[in-house]
């Protein structure tokens, strides 16, 4: 059975890599049999729509025209942030007879006879539906908050030189110091809340979460 993993992270730095998941998803491959034949490695915002990825396009081309048996991912958001455009990336690979696999999720989208599992396709759909709604009612709050925070006569940013009390951190981010306590990673909730990873590192220490 061939295999193609592809994996991507959001930072274009040199701060995130993608050797993680390229690893788990090979032990992964070994286990269940699966040659991999090609490893496709993508450094872009999970923000960008699936069109302006051109690593997951080579991917996806590259299964179709192969005819790979497997697609290797380390969870379902790497095909996508938004739920329309992963259920279209999953409906390709469905025409396609291309399987699935979803590291986290530990799922795949075919069964043994190269069709649909019955349940697959409605957990695909709530699983990408929820992680979108999550992101969208994280931002709403988060700006809300600015908002109601700007509003009582409070500032954005900081005089060079001045150096803001916990209490008003607590105000300006508490979305922030709320993900930090519900175990978030650094990098999601610099993401999730537009901050960059200082800042939310900062915090993390300031709050010792």
């Known amino acids: 059975m061939k295999a193609v993993i592809y994996a991507r992270v959001s930072s274009t730095t040199d701060r995130q890599n993608t050797e993680r998941q390229v690893a788990d998803l090979k032990e ?12 496709f490695e993508e450094k872009i915002s999970g923000a960008k729509k699936n069109a302006e990825r051109p690593v997951l396009q080579q991917a996806l081309d590259y299964c179709k025209v192969e005819k790979i048996d497997m ?49 697959a396709p409605i957990m695909l759909a709530t699983l990408s539906t929820c992680a979108q709604l999550e992101r969208e009612n994280i931002k709403f709050r988060l700006n809300s908050g600015r908002q109601q925070y700007i509003a009582k006569g409070g500032k954005l940013g900081r005089k060079e030189g001045s150096i803001k009390t916990k209490e008003q951190k607590k105000e300006e981010y508490g979305e922030v110091i709320s993900l930090l306590k519900k175990g978030y990673s650094i990098r999601n909730v610099a993401k999730l809340c537009n901050v960059s990873n200082s800042t939310v590192q900062r915090l993390k220490k300031d709050f010792q979460l």
Do not use: C, H
Request: net charge negative; proline share 2%.
């Open 28 to 39: 992964y491959a070994t286990y269940a049999k699966m040659e991999v034949v090609k490893v």
């Open 71 to 119: 697609l290797l991912v380390s969870e379902l958001s790497r095909l996508g942030r938004n739920s329309f455009e992963v259920l279209e990336t999953i409906k390709g690979l469905v025409d396609a007879k291309i399987n699935l696999y979803m590291q986290k999720e530990k799922l795949t989208l075919l069964d043994d006879n190269g069709e649909p599992s019955i349940f």
